[in-house]
């Protein structure tokens, strides 16, 4: 059974720093495309940052040079670093893990590909 467990969201005000991590459970995640997505109110959900099983890095425009996606295969943790943070970065952040029996092209905004997905974690910046 997949799990994925995300942490450390919270309110930051704007320019401020949070690292977000995600525990993987039940998966081999070094093999394969994992991402961290988010969705604001009112907004659909969308792609921020993935890395593909190759390792390659994946960004959306909003968030490059501001965010880095990384994975730590000892602690089978995904971490999302998060500096510069600005009001529009508000959103519920989510960890996702493709459907291994699918290709993955490790595009971030092919949100179509991730099967698996965390139950989130709340990251609000003030003005």
């Known amino acids: 059974q997949v799990q994925l467990v995300e942490s450390g969201g919270g309110s930051v005000q704007a320019g401020g720093s949070l690292r977000l991590s995600c525990v993987v459970g039940g998966y081999a995640y070094s093999q394969h495309c994992m991402g961290w997505f988010r969705q604001a109110p009112g907004r659909e959900r969308e792609g921020v940052a993935v890395i593909g099983g190759d390792g390659r890095p994946s960004y959306a425009d909003s968030v490059k040079g501001r965010f880095t996606i990384s994975r730590d295969t000892a602690k089978n943790t995904l971490y999302l670093q998060m500096n510069s943070l600005k009001p529009e970065d508000t959103a519920m952040y989510y960890c996702?893990?493709?459907?291994?029996?699918?290709?993955?092209?490790?595009?971030?905004?092919?949100?179509?590909?991730?099967?698996?997905w965390g139950q989130g974690t709340q990251v609000t910046v003030s003005s």
């Open positions: 996702a893990a493709d459907d291994p029996l699918r290709y993955c092209s490790g595009t971030y905004s092919r949100i179509d590909e991730y099967k698996y």
